[in-house]
């Protein structure tokens, strides 16, 4: 599935990516993982603010390439499943991080418990997505990254 046919299906919006917005975002992410690192806070606040920067760092990705998320439900997943096509992202990742939006929705909507390791990975994954991020703007948006 394309881009394209997501837009045709209502699942993404077209969008005109501003510096401005490109940066705020980026700053969100810096500031979420941040917070992720604090240790005196409980693991599932730490891991939402880790997969939050996720979300984040998947929303620039769309907004970079003209698109938005669509109103409708499981956007959280759209973003995520539109990294291949958004950054190039490999597959393999993909899961990992539709791993990490599936623990979220569980903890949030079931109450389950978010332990060390999935914190750590969630952590880990938004360090790696924000280096994608910069790479990829550095690429093709140079003109929407934080430094330039």
């Known amino acids: 599935m394309t881009l394209q046919n997501l ?28 917070d992720a690192q604090v240790e005196a806070i409980s693991l ?4 939402d603010a880790a997969y939050k920067a996720i979300m ?6 769309l907004l970079a390439n003209g ?8 956007h959280h997943m759209t973003m995520i499943q539109t990294l291949p096509k958004s950054l190039g992202l ?3 990742r993909v899961v990992v991080l539709d791993a990490l ?6 903890a949030d909507y079931m ?14 994954e938004a360090q790696t997505l924000l280096k994608d991020v910069d790479t ?3 690429k093709h948006r140079s003109d929407l990254q934080l430094n330039s």
């Open 7 to 34: 837009l045709a299906t209502g699942q993404l919006k077209e969008h005109e990516a501003t510096a401005d917005e490109i940066r705020a975002l980026l700053t969100a992410v810096r500031r979420n993982l941040a």
């Open 44 to 47: 599932k606040t730490r891991f």
């Open 56 to 61: 984040q760092l998947s929303m620039i990705a």
């Open 67 to 74: 698109f938005r998320p669509g109103s409708g439900a499981g």
């Open 90 to 92: 490999d597959r393999k």
């Open 101 to 106: 939006r599936r623990k979220s929705n569980a």
């Open 111 to 124: 109450g389950s418990y978010v332990d060390q390791a999935a914190t750590d990975a969630c952590i880990a």
């Open 136 to 138: 990829w703007l550095g």
